[in-house]
């Protein structure tokens, strides 16, 4: 099993910037990817940014520019940078662990509100 602990949304005005942040403990293995879903109200989930242990990154074409996905492989932390915020970017922001085969894991979520 693993659990993965979120923070760092809240309310921020259009053109505004957070961070996210996501620790995971518990059966982690060398191997795998961490990254950032999000899901606004009435729309499904989807992916925002994704990285694998060697530094590979994915992005949203939406997103590409103003977010950066990072992650701190001693720590099992994976950051996201959220920087030129627009109010489409409201939505519940969920952390994602997993391996190349293997369950997804899933945080508890966070809120991220872009609003004037």
């Known amino acids: 099993q693993v659990q993965l602990v979120e923070s760092g949304g809240g309310l921020v005005q259009p053109g505004g910037s957070l961070r996210l942040s996501c620790a995971a403990s518990?059966?982690?293995?060398?191997?795998?990817?961490m990254g950032w879903y999000r899901q606004a109200p009435g729309k499904q989930r989807e992916l925002v940014a994704d990285?694998?242990?060697?530094?590979?990154?994915t992005y949203a074409d939406s997103v590409k520019g103003r977010f950066t996905v990072s992650r701190d492989n001693a720590k099992n932390t994976v950051y996201l940078q959220m920087n030129s915020l627009k109010p489409e970017d409201t939505a519940d922001y969920y952390c994602n662990y997993h391996r190349p085969t293997g369950p997804n894991y899933w945080g508890q979520g966070t809120q991220v509100t872009v609003s004037s």
């Open positions: 990285i694998t242990n060697s530094g590979s990154t």
């Open positions: 518990g059966r982690i293995f060398s191997i795998n990817a």
